[in-house]
């Protein structure tokens, strides 16, 4: 199984800021990774997906790129909205698997 | 608008057996792959399986956690998606999710709000 490696697993930042995600693929997966974003109670939302490409209707500040087995999801000026979890995901082949997760927090 | 909503979920004893349902609208369900995703409580999002549509066949893909003791199928004619669980385990304690992929490609961006269950004694 391909195992994903999200870092920061918890990130404490304010608003306004430039926040950088990674997660790292225990091999290659090419670009077939989606980024989520998660609030308590809630589904995840899909942000990213093929590794940069930006999902209809989500907010231009949110940008993935990498291919292989890294990975970056950046949000370029952190909203008081982006306090959330996010997760990585690869689609390369099965099982599908998710990162563990990076919670980002206000300062 | 497409609108998924998980149902089923509920308190059963280890060993136990469940089956939750996802109701498909607003999309034609039939043409889509669909996947079930879980979230055990505090913890991160576990890729369950996926069934694919009549095209291909109705296959289905399985995580190892949950491999011969769960099947997913669907019901085209109501618009309807399953998780039968079998053996049930503590471990299985989730919230469940099902999820509508785009076509052609493995992206979920439609997912229902979610069915909790819980497996304790």
């Known amino acids: 199984d391909i195992q994903l490696t999200q870092s920061p697993s918890f990130l404490s930042a304010s608003v306004g800021d430039r926040v950088t995600i990674t997660c790292r693929a225990s091999q290659g997966v090419s670009s077939l990774v989606a980024w989520y974003q998660q609030k308590p109670g809630k589904a995840p939302k899909l942000l990213i997906y093929?590794?940069?490409t930006l999902q209809s209707g989500v907010p231009s500040r949110f940008s993935g790129s990498g291919s292989g087995t890294e990975f970056t999801l950046t949000i370029s000026s952190l909203q008081p909205e982006d306090f959330a979890t996010y997760y990585c995901?690869?689609?390369?082949?099965?099982?599908?698997?998710f990162g563990g997760g990076t919670k980002v927090e206000i300062k | 608008e497409v609108q998924l909503v998980e149902s089923g979920g509920g308190l059963v004893q280890p060993g136990g057996s469940l089956r939750l349902s996802c109701a498909a609208s607003g999309f034609t369900f039939s043409d889509h792959y669909m996947d079930w995703v879980r979230q055990a409580p505090g913890k991160g999002l576990e890729w369950v399986g996926r069934i694919r549509n009549k095209a291909n066949s109705y296959t289905t893909e399985y995580a190892a956690s949950v491999k011969g003791r769960f099947t997913i199928s669907r019901d085209d004619s109501k618009d309807s998606l399953y998780l039968q669980m079998n053996s049930l385990k503590t471990e299985d304690t989730a919230v469940y999710y099902c999820g509508r992929l785009n076509t052609g490609s493995g992206y979920v961006p439609y997912w229902g709000q979610g069915t909790l269950v819980t497996v304790s004694s």
């Open positions: 093929a590794a940069s």
């Open positions: 995901q690869q689609l390369n082949s099965y099982p599908i698997t």
